[in-house]
């Protein structure tokens, strides 16, 4: 009794942590296992067979081969996008600063899955950008970007997806530098580029590596932006193809493991890079002072990021355009107009089932995730529990694996039992939105409980409230604006999860948005009522994320970093 006594560990929190354990050991760590049994038995025996026949298969190294390089290029460009962002943004007083921030921002908020269904008509053989460039003279004839330079197409799309999340990474690592450094350099000699390559970037480096590996991980795992471009040679749309087979062919099982390898390795050494210990010993020091511009160079920084605004929203203006297009061939926009396709999506079979299916879906999840993820947080803030470390590394998990490997490893891992998606996919894709977007609500609840001092509660604890009022009167105020942040985060992006719903929702009755999105976008005239429905959910989205900043009494830029 002793040992409970030091541990914090009363029956109910004994009760809470035991339903923590089961829940992570079946729906994280029992999936997993299956998978990596189907890569490593075969026969009932420890075997290296089917990983033996992916790397002597010249067909199997394309792919990977593919998918690295898809990687590094979206890594590359949003780290050539966000360095600069990140400065202008820190260390430049200019006029709507405040605006562009929360722009710069807002690409985070839709997968670039549903980008592309825009970007095929605006940068097709005879779309927009073609035609414009030849009408001007300079092109003599269309760049085909969807067929020989697919490639660079979707980079572009994955990379105007993820720079945001480098540039939060890089904009708060520049923010807490001390310039003390930066001056002592130049009080030696130094001029302001050395500073800057000697000085400043190599602080940054954490920062950048950490995000780095962040957007790398999430390109290669990208399943919906290949198959819509009809990209087949990645390894992700490999795996959705194996699904159909996967007990014939185990060789999609050492696919997933080679995917989710390489994924936790990347996500590893994201975590261990320093980033997170430099910004704390350095906070508190004296930033940069702002930069003020003269009317013309002002003039000339807002003429340049409006034109970065412009080809960042390049794809989300594509999907406009298209879901108010009657008709649209051979023309830079649209030649005429209609309002007939937002209609029918609340008549549409399809648009209309899958609406309802990944609202209910998403709502289930999110509160799954906010009561979890509230709990989980308390006890690893408040409390002294066992293998604490454990707890939180298995709250971290589905960060560092990618959907799609949770995804595969659902599909076999309970196929012939109660949840087996074949027969309703909707307690699945609950769990799976519910552990795929866990993290965010248990970061949003550990910032707020770090945030908030514990001797306000033991204040309250010492006069006399009982627990059960010293938690709703101190506790839950405290902590409710993250809450609120990690609630609404976690219902958009669970609304517009890609592979979980894809590979798990099988018949159109059960499709989530995301696939029928897909659904429709293979279908001759499906594009523009797919689109309507994509503007739909954009606006619902943003307005969600503007009530909930307002809630929590919060920018878009401090509402994305709380959560």
């Not at 354990?21 to 490593?40: K, R």
């Not at 005429?336 to 609202?359: A, C, K, Q």
Request: aromatic share 12%; net charge positive; with cysteine.
């Amino acid at each position: 009794m002793t040992l409970l006594r030091r541990l914090d560990l009363t029956f109910r929190r004994s009760l809470v942590l035991l339903i923590f354990v089961v829940f992570f050991a079946l729906f994280l760590v029992y999936p997993l296992l299956y998978t990596l049994s189907g890569a490593f038995v075969v026969g009932g025996h420890f075997s290296l067979t089917y990983f033996g026949l992916m790397l002597g298969s010249s067909r199997q190294w394309q792919l990977i081969l593919n998918s690295i390089n898809l990687a590094f290029g979206a890594t590359l460009l949003s780290a050539l996008i966000a360095l600069p962002l990140a400065f202008v943004m820190v260390r430049i007083e200019f006029f709507a600063k405040r605006l562009i921030g929360v722009l710069l921002l807002f690409p985070l908020l839709l997968p670039p899955f549903v980008g592309a269904l825009g970007f095929k008509q605006i940068a097709g053989r005879f779309g927009t950008i073609n035609l414009l460039l030849m009408q001007t003279g300079i092109l003599n004839e269309p760049v085909d970007i969807l067929g020989n330079a697919r490639f660079f197409g979707i980079v572009l799309l994955q990379a105007l997806h993820f720079f945001p999340i480098m540039y939060l990474s890089l904009a708060a690592a520049l923010g807490n530098l001390d310039f003390a450094l930066e001056e002592a350099a130049w009080s030696v000699g130094a001029s302001r580029l050395q500073a800057m390559r000697r000085i400043v970037l190599p602080l940054l480096f954490p920062a950048l590596f950490s995000s780095a590996a962040l957007v790398f991980v999430g390109s290669f795992t990208d399943l919906g932006t290949p198959l819509l471009f009809d990209y087949r040679d990645v390894l992700p749309v490999q795996i959705f193809n194996m699904l159909s087979d996967m007990n014939q062919n185990p060789l999609g099982y050492s696919l997933v493991v080679f995917v989710a390898v390489l994924s936790l390795a990347f996500f590893s050494a994201s975590q261990s890079s320093g980033a997170g210990r430099y910004e704390r010993s350095v906070r508190g020091q004296r930033p940069a002072p702002p930069l003020y511009l003269g009317r013309t160079s002002e003039v000339a920084l807002l003429g340049a990021l409006t034109l970065f605004l412009c080809l960042a929203f390049l794809p989300h203006a594509g999907v406009v355009l298209l879901a108010f297009s009657e008709r649209w061939s051979m023309s830079i926009l649209p030649q005429s107009w209609t309002l007939s396709h937002f209609g029918e999506v609340f008549y549409h079979p399809l648009t209309l089932v899958s609406i309802r299916n990944s609202v209910g879906l998403s709502l289930v999840s999110t509160l799954l995730n906010l009561m979890g993820g509230f709990t989980l947080a308390y006890l690893l803030c408040r409390t002294r529990v066992p293998a604490k470390w454990l707890l939180g590394a298995l709250c971290v998990l589905p960060l560092a694996i990618p959907g799609i490997v949770f995804a595969f490893g659902y599909v076999g891992a309970f196929a012939g039992t109660l949840l087996d998606n074949r027969l309703n996919p909707f307690p699945l894709l609950i769990v799976a939105y519910a552990v795929r977007k866990l993290p965010y609500m248990v970061r949003a609840a550990t910032n707020g409980f770090e945030q908030a001092s514990v001797t306000l509660e033991e204040a309250a604890a010492g006069v006399g409230a009982p627990p059960a009022k010293v938690f709703r009167r101190v506790t839950l105020p405290l902590v409710a604006s993250h809450l609120i942040a990690g609630s609404v985060l976690c219902f958009a992006f669970a609304m517009l999860e890609v592979s979980d719903s894809i590979i798990l929702a099988m018949e159109d009755k059960f499709s989530p948005i995301a696939k029928a999105l897909y659904t429709l976008s293979l279908r001759p005239d499906g594009a523009p009522l797919a689109c309507a429905l994509s503007v739909i959910v954009m606006l619902v989205l943003l307005l969600l994320v503007w009530i909930g900043g307002k809630l929590a009494n919060r920018d878009l830029g401090e509402f994305f970093r709380g959560a």
